[in-house]
């Protein structure tokens, strides 16, 4: 028995991955591209603190498809993977792990055992990154990969901030900011924003009141949800344009906003209304007696302005130095500053027992003391959302600190000016983007911290004079100390050279500081390749990139400072188009949590469904027009079904059939399927170019799925007879079409599923049509204009439509597929006779008859009538398919040729089976068909319309 040999298993993506790594496909894929035509591409460095989620998985999938893309249209992309290693998320994983409570306890550990655990933290997941990257079809240079903490990364950020601070971007300055009073340091506020730090909490608040001096048993009542502050008071506001009144409860008088009155629960009586302007000045006594530490004048009224709102609180706004507003006007009043929270986030100064209290517990006393004082109008449970950490998750303060800033205000008309020559996709980002810019404040790059890159400042401990060094070098010439090339420039090294004075000649220690992480992650561009250290001839041709990706809340973050610093350094964009995701969140629309258990392990989706599918999935989504998705197991399997496995059926029916002579020309088929499949496939490479070159991933999902569809229940449904067919010519014309289309398929599928264009491509190459290693050295196909044809696809479309209404009527009728029947009658038509043909075969009727009329539309009428004759054609055919049956489960070819032994007693069939005797051999490649009485060995068994029949093939070669 002959048995053929395409039986084997299909590829597995595991298996392709080696493949590609065998063959060094990914290098070759870049080396192969000229180097004077780049497509520059910056992969945004992640943290390797934590196993990769499927934001990640969705980020280096858009980080992939767009390079692959372009690498086929010719042009060499190199692909480098960076490691984001700075800052507060490795800094607190660390702070765990050392079961470290207190900042304080850095210090007396050692910075520089802290900052060396944190080194050797740093990278600790970097080997289940890979896994992933691999398993996902990335191709990314990732084991060569930059650090924010290599020496020259961190030297090219010291060149960045002397160049800036020399041409006056830079300055000192006391701002209030964000601050986490656990790990000691500021945040910005988009830090915040961000990852949405904000909660809503519930806690007390309450209106206190505040006694005039000079008037008797007066109150101004003011309202704060932050009972701590009025340690720290040091005015009061009012809106000098709105009216006040004074009123008498019981035997006191208050004062607040007329619009606020309903507030008043008791009686009340009316004294006086007069505006606020008239409050303006007025002295009161502070709840507590604080120093002031200087000559500075508080406790009095001052004019918000419109800042106090009418329709909250009381109308006077209580001010301490714990708020952007309250600083503003502290500056503004010239006010004193009570810092009376010290960086620990304790109380440093106030009522004495209560000293070195947690902030937060301090609400709860000013508020017994307060009542017993009689000082306390109101209480009330108040829920608003509060900033937490994003780290530790301790409530933030505003605090009044010392930082380094950038000067925004300064750069922004040119960056507004250069962000519109940024593509955004999404569009609308632009927009939103350009928001940003417009409100962002001034950049603090310093950081009360340790395991991040060093500030470069020296001070003179003598006359504070500054000194800011910008390389190795330079600190080399200058420092006291001899120092290496290699120096490192993390804090807990370079803290111990010292400078000498050029004023004064004393010792300059280096300040404190570090930078901010995000400074790192702007210079990127540079950093990565220790410009302009080295690289200075690379860089003239690898600069700006021309795409970079990122989830939307990189907008305001890494994208936003790779354009400040841009800016800053060159006056222009460091990006050209840069692809928006949204968030991937949980099932039910929340948030993907890991203790909730609320989403499938990524690893799993890819053991079941393959990565392929996974990319897909997440490619047709919206998140690739920058909204939020829901993640659904559910709909990864529908898009498994409806593209990886009708794309695999189809690879496997066109693995079975033998076939001499292939090509790949399409020039003589005259077949209407044939032809329309070949323009359908032309017009899919010309859409998908220009949709791809508009990084629309989404809508290239979509014709896809449409296309593969079309392929496999229009297309090769309706040829099968053809791809099975005796005469050769008609065959050899379906598979080298197939062969074709399959061949352009895989090039077009390659960025968006590189697994299975492989699989594609390995077939066709098993059949030495194909001679390149991999698809992925091939390039970008280009479509055709004179094969398509939209004429057959409007009569395509018709044609469908037609056998659709006629199989309704089928349905309809109970009468199956297989029972020919005589015609069928269209009227409000006109097609040619090729399309007829189609209908004919994929409705099953002998004929197709079109009658002109008037009726304005189509109608279809089907002939349901079997006559004897169809009865017996019913039954041949029948037989046909399942003598084919068995031909497939016994694994033969189409050049297999049998006798077939056969035994029934329904005369009906015996009958069809003499009549139709030679299209039954013809059709099931049999030679002779010999019916026989008795049993014989190995007889199968099956029915037709309620008859046994019992059948044994005989292969003869
Ligand atoms: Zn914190
Ligand atoms: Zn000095």
């Known amino acids: 028995m002959v048995r053929i040999s395409n039986k084997k298993k299909e590829l597995k993506e595991e298996e392709i991955i080696q493949f590609w790594k065998d063959n060094k496909i990914f290098e070759k894929s870049i080396e192969q591209r000229a180097m004077d035509n780049p497509f520059i591409f910056y992969d945004g460095p992640p943290f390797a603190t934590g196993l990769p989620h499927y934001g990640h998985i969705l980020s280096l999938v858009t980080k992939d498809v767009f390079p692959r893309y372009w690498t086929m249209k010719g042009y060499r992309c190199e692909?480098?993977?960076?490691?984001?290693?700075?800052?507060?998320?490795?800094?607190?994983?660390?702070?765990?792990?050392?079961n470290l409570k207190k900042k304080n306890e850095i210090y007396e550990m050692g910075i520089s055992k802290f900052n060396e655990f944190c080194r050797s933290k740093v990278l600790w997941y970097a080997n289940e990154w890979k896994k992933t990257v691999d398993r996902m079809g990335k191709w990314i240079e990732f084991d060569n990969s930059y650090k924010t903490m290599d020496n020259g990364y961190m030297e090219t950020v010291w060149y960045i901030f002397k160049k800036i601070y020399n041409e006056g971007f830079v300055y000192k300055g006391k701002k209030v900011l964000y601050y986490c009073p656990h790990c000691e340091t500021p945040l910005s506020n988009f830090e915040i924003s961000m990852d949405n730090s904000y909660k809503?909490?519930?806690?007390?608040?309450?209106?206190?009141?505040?006694?005039?001096?000079?008037?008797?048993?007066?109150?101004?009542?003011?309202?704060?949800?932050?009972?701590?502050?009025?340690?720290?008071?040091?005015?009061?506001?009012?809106?000098?344009?709105?009216?006040?009144?004074?009123?008498?409860?019981?035997?006191?008088?208050?004062?607040?906003i007329k619009s606020q009155l309903d507030l008043i629960k008791e009686d009340y009586k009316l004294v006086v209304e007069f505006r606020g302007e008239d409050l303006l000045n007025k002295e009161y006594e502070p709840l507590y007696r604080m120093s002031t530490g200087g000559s500075k004048k508080g406790h009095f009224i001052i004019d918000g302005g419109d800042e106090?709102?009418?329709?909250?609180?009381?109308?006077?706004i209580h001010m301490a130095v714990y708020g952007e507003f309250d600083y503003e006007m502290i500056k503004k009043y010239d006010l004193p500053i009570i810092q009376h929270i010290d960086e620990h986030g304790n109380l440093a100064e106030g009522p004495e027992e209560w000293v070195g209290l947690w902030f937060k517990d301090v609400d709860k006393k000013v508020l017994e003391d307060l009542k017993q004082r009689e000082l306390l109008f109101n209480v009330e449970v108040y829920t608003h959302s509060y900033p937490f950490c994003y780290r530790c998750d301790t409530p933030l303060i505003y605090n009044a600190l010392d930082a380094w800033f950038i000067n925004i205000q300064q750069i922004k008309p040119k960056l507004l000016e250069t962000n519109n020559s940024i593509k955004w996709y999404p569009k609308e980002i632009s927009r939103s983007y350009q928001n940003i810019i417009n409100s962002a404040p001034d950049w603090c790059i310093s950081r009360n911290r340790f395991w991040a890159t060093a500030m470069p400042i020296w001070e003179c401990v003598e006359c504070k004079e500054m000194k800011v060094i910008g390389s190795v070098k330079e600190l080399q010439e200058k420092a006291v100390e001899d120092i290496p090339e290699d120096l490192d420039l993390h804090r807990h090294i370079v803290d111990k050279i010292h400078l000498t004075c050029s004023k004064c000649g004393k010792i300059m220690n280096r300040i404190p500081e570090v930078f901010d992480c995000w400074l790192e992650s702007g210079s990127m561009p540079y950093a990565a390749k220790h410009y302009p250290f080295e690289n200075v001839e690379w860089f003239k041709h690898n600069f700006p990139s021309d795409f970079v990706s990122e989830y939307i809340g990189q907008v305001r973050a890494w994208f936003y400072y790779m354009h400040v610093i841009s800016v800053l350094l060159f006056d222009t964009i460091p990006f050209k188009n840069v692809v928006v995701n949204g968030n991937i969140l949980a099932e039910d629309g929340t948030k993907m949590s890991k203790s909730k258990r609320n989403?499938?392990?990524?690893?799993?989706?890819?053991?079941?469904?393959?990565?392929?599918?996974?990319?897909?999935y997440l490619m047709s989504s919206q998140l690739m027009?920058?909204?939020?998705?829901?993640?659904?197991?559910?709909?990864?399997?529908?898009?498994?079904?409806r593209f990886n496995l009708l794309l695999t059926n189809v690879l496997k029916f066109y693995s079975l059939i033998d076939i001499d002579n292939l090509t790949m020309d399409i020039?003589?088929?005259?077949?209407?399927?044939?032809?329309?499949?070949?323009?359908?496939?032309?017009?899919?490479?010309?859409?998908?170019?220009?949709?791809?070159?508009?990084?629309?991933?989404?809508?290239?999902?979509r014709l896809f799925f449409n296309f593969i569809e079309d392929l496999s229940t229009w297309y090769i449904k309706n040829s099968?007879?053809?791809?099975?067919?005796e005469i050769i010519k008609e065959k050899l014309s379906a598979m080298k079409t197939l062969s074709y289309i399959l061949y352009n398929l895989s090039k077009l599928l390659a960025p968006l599923t590189p697994f299975i264009s492989e699989k594609i491509y390995h077939k066709l190459k098993k059949r030495r049509l194909v001679n390149l290693k991999s698809i992925h050295l091939e390039n970008w196909p280009h479509f055709d204009e004179k094969l398509i044809n939209s004429k057959v696809h409007k009569n395509m479309e018709l044609t469908r439509e037609i056998v659709q209404r006629s199989l309704e009527l089928r349905n309809k009728s109970k009468i199956p597929v297989r029972q020919i029947l005589n015609k069928v009658i269209l009227r409000g038509i006109n097609l040619d006779t090729e399309y007829l043909d189609v209908i004919s075969d994929a409705i099953n009727v002998k004929k197709v008859l079109v009658e002109e009329g008037d009726e304005p539309?189509?109608?279809?009428?089907?002939?349901?009538n079997i006559t004897p004759e169809l009865k017996l054609e019913g039954i041949a055919r029948n037989l046909i398919r399942h003598l084919n049956n068995f031909r497939k489960k016994q694994n033969l070819s189409t050049k297999n040729r049998i006798n077939l032994y056969l035994k029934t007693k329904d005369k009906e069939i015996i009958k069809a089976l003499e009549k139709y005797a030679e299209k039954i051999k013809k059709m099931i490649q049999a030679d002779k068909i010999i019916q026989i009485k008795e049993d014989k060995e190995n007889l199968k068994e099956f029915k037709i319309e309620n008859s046994v029949i019992q059948v044994y093939l005989e292969v003869k070669y």
């Open 308 to 316: 106090v709102l009418s329709d909250e609180g009381t109308g006077i």
């Open 667 to 701: 020039a003589n088929s005259d077949n209407i399927l044939d032809r329309w499949i070949v323009s359908s496939l032309n017009k899919l490479i010309q859409d998908i170019t220009l949709l791809m070159d508009d990084y629309n991933t989404a809508e290239v999902s």
């Open 857 to 864: 539309e189509l109608l279809v009428e089907l002939d349901i």
């Open 200 to 256: 809503d909490v519930s806690e007390p608040s309450i209106t206190a009141k505040f006694k005039l001096k000079k008037e008797l048993k007066t109150f101004f009542l003011a309202w704060t949800t932050t009972p701590w502050t009025l340690i720290g008071n040091v005015a009061l506001a009012v809106n000098s344009n709105r009216e006040y009144v004074k009123i008498k409860v019981n035997n006191e008088y208050l004062i607040l």
């Open 720 to 725: 099968r007879n053809r791809f099975k067919s």
């Open 625 to 641: 027009r920058a909204k939020d998705l829901n993640f659904k197991e559910e709909i990864v399997k529908q898009v498994y079904r």
């Open 79 to 98: 692909r480098k993977w960076g490691w984001d290693c700075h800052g507060l998320p490795i800094e607190s994983i660390c702070e765990k792990e050392l």
């Open 599 to 616: 989403f499938p392990d990524p690893n799993l989706i890819i053991e079941k469904y393959g990565a392929d599918a996974l990319r897909i």
